[in-house]
Structures are given as C-alpha cells and as structure tokens.
C-alpha cells in the first residue's frame, strides 16, 4: 500500500556541480526519487522529486559539471519533477510546474540576500568586518594555546545603525548567523535524536566576502521556498543540520523531516572517494619506481608532459587530482578504480545493475526470495514502490565492487541477443567510437551471432568489446601471442598445425556455417581421431583464428567471422608456422 503523507511530499537532491556525481549523490538521488515515487499525500497527490544545482562556490562550480550530473541521472533513469531541463533521449525531464525555480542557487542571490538584510536588521544575524589576515591570527594564536578558535563576537559591538551603513557603503565583509546558546536536538528519521550541547554552535558565516551565500544559508532558504518536506542525504551532512535548524528558527521557517544515510565504505574499511583514484595511481608509479631505479619523477614528468612539481606533489599525497591520477592510470596501464558514475558508464556497466546495487547501499526490502535468502534482485519500479525511510540502516554500507559485477554480469546475461546488440552498440557510440565504426557495419545476423557469442561471458560491455577483439584484425596480419602459439600449435612437432591442416577440408566443405553445425563438426572431428579433450583441436583452432588462446564459444566465433575469413586465418597460420 502506498503510504499517504498530510502534505505535499517535496525531496530533493541537491548537487554543487563541481565535478562528475559521485556513486554516494546517486544514491542520495535515488533514495529520494523512490521516496517521492513511493509516497501519495491525503489528496492523493504523487510525491515530488526536484533537483536543485548548488553551484554558490563560483570558483569550483561548472555549468560542465551541472549538465554531466543531470545526464548521468537521466542515464540511471532517476528522473526529476521540478528541476532544470534536461534533453534527453527524445523526451524532456524536468521544468518548473511548481514556480518555485530557479533551480541554480547562483541565479536566486537576490532571495538570499532579502532574507539576508531581514535577518541583520532583526540583529539576528550581523556583519563582521575584520579582514581574513586579523581572523588567521586569531586562529593561531587559539591553535597554539590548544583552543578551538572560534570567532569573539567582536563585530556585535558595532551598532546597528553604523552595521547597516557600513554594509550599504560596500566595505568588506561577510555576515555572520547569531547563534543560538542553548542546546539543540535535531530528530533524524534514521538516527533518533541527535543533541548539539548549548554553546556548540559559533556564529558560522552565512553570506561570504564575494556575496553569496554559503552553502548552510542557500540549502535552508531554498528547501523552505521550494517547499521541500523531506531532507534525506548522506550522514556526511548530519553535523550540518543544527545550523540549518538554526537558521529556520531564526527564519521563521518550518523543519524538513531529515534522514541521514550510512556512509560508503570500501571493503578495506575506508572512506569510498574520489581519492581512491589517486591512492590507486601513486601505488602503480610507486610499484613502477620501485622495480626500475632508472626510473625517476624527472622522467615520470617527462614522458607524462606534468611539470616535475605535479608529479613530486602527487607521488608525495599532497594533491590527489583525479586528472593527475588518470594520466598515471594510463601510462601505467593500471585500471583506476570507479568512483564516479561517469567511470561505470565508461567500463561499461548497465544502469540498472548499477541502480540495484546502489539501492543496497543502506537499504533493504526486507523480504525474502522463495529460497528463503535476502531478496537483493529488483528493479527501480519494484524501489519506486517499496522504498521507506524506516528500512534505512544506520551503520555504513560496503561497496563490494565483485558483487556489483556480479549484478552487472546478470543483468547483461539477461539481455536478448537483439538487446544486448543494440545496448553494447550505443555504449561503444559514446565511449569507443572506432570500435563502433567496425561493429556497427557487420551483417546483422553477424552482430546477432557476436552478441550471443559475447553475453555469457561478459560481465560488462568493455569486457565484451576485449572479447570481441577478433572481430578488429584483417585476416592477414594480426598479434599472436607467442606463449600460446608455443603451447597449442607448435608443442610436439607442431602437432597443432597438423590437426589445423587436417581439420581445415572438412570445414571447407561444410554446407551450413551455423555455430551448431561447426561445434558438431568439431566434436565429430575429435571423436574420430580418438583426441583426448575437444580442446586438442579447440586450442590450436582459437589462436589460429583470434591470435590468442582465449576467445567465445568456437561454433560462435567462426561463424561472426564467416566461412571465408575463418579459413583463411588457419591458412595463414599453417602456411606461416608449418614449414
Ligand atoms: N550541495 C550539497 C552537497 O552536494 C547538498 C547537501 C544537502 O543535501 O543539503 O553535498
């Protein structure tokens, strides 16, 4: 049954668009999209998911990186009600149905700034004009007595009239929220109640130097104007919230229900985080430096065009920039581990394995499968129905990476052949575009065989494209490795080759050129001549025709490449290895 709420149920996910979103922001949207898809208010109304651009840190934030976050929400399917709009794939998310936009924090200053004036002249908040060199000392000076600085009020000496005209004659400053002294419990929907002790809190700022407002300002007047109802978001923002609860009571504004999810943790225990790229990188040029002295930051520098400074600052953990990370990553042929929903689009995962796994992060139905295990295999409609705060853990959930390749393997593994052809192909549009040239203009039957040929094993679309790598050389000239050549054609007396020459007449004349009929032919051919194992005539025939030891199913491979191309690729190898 669908849980009814008095009022209009409002959440919302609100992202500084500072870079690409993070797995944790996917989760906190998807959470708050199931939760508005899940409730109806007592006039039946559906609940309201809206998405708001945090973008008041000019200097980080990029309409860039505000654009890539919409787009890898749409590409998870956690569509938005009321937000900014977005393009998608033939149809349009988002809009301002509500009148309650814009949806870009930078764009409402002028709000901001009402509520700003409102609350200094109420002495509710007020500006303070010491210069941020007088403030670093204070700061010190605290740290050196082993005190928690914390600002002295001395601006509250000022009086207002001389407050007001000070501002208004544009002299520097920023505004400064008066804190309440007593104690505060914020009620958290996971958590319980959660006190703040009186005189925690210090008179935070809440309109920087530059003019806009800080983060703490902007998230309470926009969650109070945008009507939002329900706050969920990570636990990363639960010492956040009694400044927010501040801020209303000295707003008069009302107080969202607030749930704060489990933290994401790595297997190893820590943080899951954009650093997880860098610790990866510096372990891969560390490893590298280690086993060849010759090998110094100098020419690191050199080879990877960083100037020496860049490099030593990485190697040294005092920067992790991810783009540093990613050029190591490649020059090292290392595979960074993803973090960002950008980087499992691009290592090919499916959305809705990624959604799966993702809803488990802090989440679960609660229900069992009829084997009597935890069900973990559902859809975002199967969410969109049963999702409920109360089912939100409190302790910190673990990205087990291997179980969400395993989801993935599944959810490829459950794609028709017709499917998966068409998915793999606009994954390789976007990320591998010389790779969708050539697959793009094989025979569809062809590409059908590829596909049937690929999915099983597959357990994301790059896995397939590195599988399908046969598909990619001319049948005249193509890498072979060496140490499977040696094993399966030329060890004893080249007994591969031979069985390659012999085997190759009967393939030749073979009337149909289905997988099933070549697989026969295969065992039929292994079967007669008394062969141990079918891969006495399987080993030798796969590197002959892929250059390699690995490849799909035979019967599949031979028939994406066709008759004519898989002939002369044995002709080629026993023409090359047999003399
Ligand atoms: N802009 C904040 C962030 O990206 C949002 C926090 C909140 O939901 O209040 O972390």
Redesign the pocket.
């Known amino acids: 049954m669908t849980p009814t709420t008095p009022d209009h149920l409002v959440t919302r996910f609100?992202?500084?668009p500072t870079g690409h979103l993070h797995i944790g922001?996917a989760r906190?949207a998807l959470f708050c999209w199931a939760f508005a898809r899940s409730h109806r208010d007592a006039r039946g109304r559906p609940g309201r998911f809206m998405l708001r651009i945090?973008d008041t840190d000019a200097a980080r934030s990029s309409d860039e990186s505000a654009r890539g976050i919409l787009e890898d929400l749409a590409w998870l399917g956690i569509d938005w009600d009321d937000g900014p709009s977005l393009h998608y794939q033939g149809r349009t998310i988002g809009g301002d149905e509500r009148h309650v936009g814009p949806f870009f924090q930078a764009q409402r200053r002028d709000t901001y700034d009402r509520y700003i004036r409102q609350l200094v002249e109420q002495e509710r908040a007020y500006p303070a004009f010491e210069r941020a060199e007088e403030l670093d000392a204070k700061r010190r000076e605290a740290t050196a007595k082993k005190q928690t600085y914390r600002y002295d009020r001395a601006a509250l000496s000022i009086p207002l009239p001389d407050r007001l005209r000070r501002m208004a004659s544009g002299e520097p400053h920023v505004v400064r929220l008066r804190a309440p002294d007593d104690a505060l419990v914020v009620h958290d929907e996971v958590l319980g109640d959660v006190t703040y002790a009186a005189g925690e809190m210090d008179d935070f700022v809440i309109r920087k130097a530059d003019g806009f407002p800080t983060?703490h300002f902007a998230?309470v007047v926009d969650d109070e104007l945008m009507g939002v109802t329900h706050?969920l978001?990570a636990q990363e923002?639960l010492n956040n919230t009694p400044r927010h609860v501040a801020l209303q009571r000295a707003l008069g504004f009302r107080t969202p229900v607030y749930g704060h999810m489990p933290i994401i943790m790595n297997m190893d225990g820590s943080k899951m985080s954009k650093r997880d790229k860098a610790r990866a990188a510096r372990k891969a040029a560390k490893d590298a430096m280690a086993k060849d002295p010759k090998m110094t930051a100098e020419l690191l520098a050199d080879s990877t065009a960083l100037d020496v400074a860049t490099v030593n600052g990485f190697l040294a953990a005092e920067s992790d920039a991810v783009e540093t990370a990613e050029l190591f990553g490649r020059h090292f042929g290392v595979a960074l581990p993803e973090v960002e929903i950008w980087d499992f689009r691009r290592s090919g995962y499916l959305p809705e394995a990624i959604v799966n796994f993702v809803a488990l992060l802090g989440w679960n139905p609660g229900m069992k499968t009829a084997d009597g295990k935890d069900l973990e295999k559902f859809d975002a409609a199967f969410l969109a129905e049963r999702f409920s705060m109360d089912r939100i853990g409190r302790g910190n959930s673990k990205f087990d990476r291997s179980k969400l390749l395993n989801f993935n393997a599944a959810a490829i593994g459950g794609l028709s052949d017709e499917q998966f052809a068409r998915r793999w192909l606009e994954w390789m549009l976007e990320h591998e575009a010389e790779a969708h040239r050539v697959v793009s203009k094989l025979p569809h039957d062809r590409l059908l065989l590829l596909a049937r040929a690929l999915k099983p094993r597959a357990k994301t679309f790059r896995e397939a494209l590195r599988s399908a790598a046969f598909v990619f050389t001319s049948d005249e000239g193509f890498p072979m490795d060496m140490a499977a050549v040696g094993k399966h054609l030329l060890a004893n007396d080249k007994a591969g080759v031979g069985v390659l020459r012999e085997f190759k007449p009967r393939l030749a004349a073979m009337a149909d050129w289905s997988p099933e009929a070549i697989t026969g032919a295969l065992e039929g051919f292994a079967k007669e001549k008394g062969m141990p194992n079918p891969g006495s005539i399987a080993q030798p025939l796969r590197v002959a025709l892929t250059g390699s030891g690995v490849s799909p199913g035979l019967g599949e491979t031979m028939a994406v490449l066709g008759r004519e191309s898989s002939l002369r690729r044995i002709e080629r190898c026993v023409a090359e290895l047999g003399a």
């Open positions: 609100a992202p500084s922001g906190t945090e983060y998230v706050v978001r923002h």
